[in-house]
């Protein structure tokens, strides 16, 4: 069964910084799309980022683009988010998820078919 494992969350003040891992278990990592989401309780999950693995085609919500960077080490089966410039509304709790092989599963959440359990990140202001 494929796992999905996500750390690095934390609290930290805005402008500040956090690196985000999910780890991938029981997959052939490079047939997968992988994404990014965040969810605030009480609304919807939203994607965030996500990145073919075979090809490394990325993809970024508008509202992070330029702050956040996807990026994969192929040989740890692991993505990671870079989130820069953290803001107050960055405050959520943060998932990867896996798409079904050879989905290309963009930002859109049902595409989605493993997610992990989250880490939350929270932004002081």
């Known amino acids: 069964e494929v796992q999905l494992v996500e750390s690095g969350g934390g609290l930290v003040q805005a402008g500040g910084s956090l690196r985000l891992s999910c780890v991938a278990s029981?997959?052939?990592?490079?047939?997968?799309?992988i994404g990014w989401f965040r969810q605030v309780p009480g609304k919807e999950r939203e994607g965030v980022s996500s990145?073919?693995?075979?090809?490394?085609?990325?993809d970024y919500a508008d509202s992070v683009k330029g702050r956040f960077t996807i990026s994969t080490d192929n040989a740890k089966n692991t993505v990671y988010l870079q989130i820069n410039n953290l803001r107050p509304e960055g405050t959520a709790d943060y998932y990867c998820?896996?798409?079904?092989?050879?989905?290309?599963?963009?930002?859109?959440?049902?595409?989605?078919?493993?997610w992990g359990q989250g880490t939350q990140v929270t932004v002081s202001s």
């Open positions: 998820a896996v798409s079904l092989p050879f989905v290309v599963g963009g930002l859109i959440t049902h595409l989605y078919t493993y």
């Open positions: 029981e997959i052939t990592f490079d047939e997968y799309t």
């Open positions: 990145i073919s693995i075979n090809d490394g085609s990325t």
